[in-house]
């Protein structure tokens, strides 16, 4: 089994929907992230969280949000999506031990 | 502002022959970096990575230069196979705060 499980994995929605994506981890790492990934910007930091009771915003938060409902656990919510937010999107996990992070399979959203 | 660059989207290299893939970054409050690999539909997995400490870094065919005085690193590949056909994405640590910042990345194609 992934040690970093990202559902759904493909997701087309309309504008103003709301959207969430979830992260599940095995690995028992304090850290989770979110990024999106565009062609041509690489991938860019949305929120990540060092514990449970942690939230931290990145790079491009706006139009985000985040729920760390457990160690295991970080969800991402598009409020009302919109088309410029179609992208990848990947979670990641991490350990304060360590510089690497873990990265899920993606999800891709596609918003009409 | 990017602070962390890949300046080449495309390589194209002869199996068996040198992959050299170039970063270059700004800010010198990163104290270590990674390289991560990329196939179609998988989430980026870690490939090596360096201290800001080193100067270089070997794993098996796969080697990580460092300069800092240019905030150049590169990777070497030797000898490119074609399974090392993929994106690669460089990514630098902030000293601070742990965060990780990407290149844009840089897609590799290895001919057989």
């Known amino acids: 089994d992934a040690d970093v499980t990202q559902t759904p994995r493909n997701r087309i929605t309309k504008t103003g929907k709301r959207i969430m994506l979830e992260c599940s981890q095995t690995k028992g790492h304090d850290r989770m992230y979110w990024y999106r990934q565009d062609p041509g910007l690489g991938l860019r930091l949305i929120y990540y969280s060092f514990d449970v009771k942690d939230i931290n915003k990145g790079e491009i938060s706006d139009g985000y949000s985040v729920s760390r409902q457990a160690q295991a656990k970080f969800s991402l919510s598009l409020e009302s999506a919109i088309p410029n937010q179609t992208a990848l999107y990947f979670c990641?996990?991490?350990?304060?031990?360590?510089?690497?992070?873990?990265f899920g399979p993606g999800t891709r959203l596609t918003v009409l | 502002d990017q602070q962390v660059k890949q300046n080449s989207p495309s390589l194209s290299v002869q199996e068996g022959r040198i992959s050299i893939l170039n970063c270059d970054y700004t800010?010198?409050?990163?104290?270590?970096f990674l390289w991560y690999k990329k196939y179609p539909a998988e989430g980026p997995t870690f490939l090596i990575s360096i201290s800001s400490i080193k100067d270089k870094n070997e794993d098996g065919r796969f080697t990580v230069f460092l300069n800092k005085s240019a905030k150049h690193l590169s990777l070497h590949i030797v000898p490119s196979q074609p399974g090392d056909s993929a994106v690669y994405f460089c990514a630098a640590n902030l000293e601070y705060g742990n965060k990780l910042v990407f290149g844009a990345g840089t897609i590799l194609r290895v001919k057989s």
């Open positions: 990641a996990t991490g350990d304060s031990s360590s510089n690497e992070q873990f």
């Open positions: 800010n010198s409050m990163f104290d270590y």
